[in-house]
Nanobody
Framework: QVQLVESGGGLVQPGGSLRLTCAAS????????MSWYRQAPGLERELVAA????????NYADSMKGRFTISRDNLKNTVYLQMKSLKPEDTAVYYC???????????WGQGTQVTVSS
């Protein structure tokens, strides 16, 4: 069955960096675009970034442009999110899912908590 395992979150000071990892299994990873989402307390889940199946094209939410970079390794069935210049408003649980901006699977992993605080 589909599994999405996010990791790499943690507590970081404003201006810091983190690299999130999503390990996927249970589907043909290289056939799917992948996206990162996040959900802050009391708010709806929102799209952070998306990448095509080959990695040739990416898309970012406006507030993440220039700070976040999505990438993937189809040999490792893994998608990454490099985050820099983190702000307190980036605090959220981060999730990955297949699809270009719209979650393909109803299943969600456990997510990884990112907390930006001094």
């Amino acid at each position: 069955q589909v599994q999405l395992v996010e990791s790499g979150g943690g507590l970081v000071q404003p201006g810091g960096s983190l690299r999130l990892t999503c390990a996927a299994s249970g589907f043909t990873f290289s056939n799917y675009a992948m996206s990162w989402y996040r959900q802050a307390p009391g708010l709806e889940r929102e799209l952070v970034a998306a990448i095509t199946s080959t990695g040739s094209s990416t898309n970012y939410a406006d507030s993440m442009k220039g700070r976040f970079t999505i990438s993937r390794d189809n040999l490792k069935n893994t998608v990454y999110l490099q985050m820099k210049s983190l702000k307190p408003e980036d605090t959220a649980v981060y999730y990955c899912n297949a699809g270009w901006g719209t979650p393909f699977f109803h299943y969600w992993g456990q997510g990884t908590q990112v907390t930006v605080s001094s």
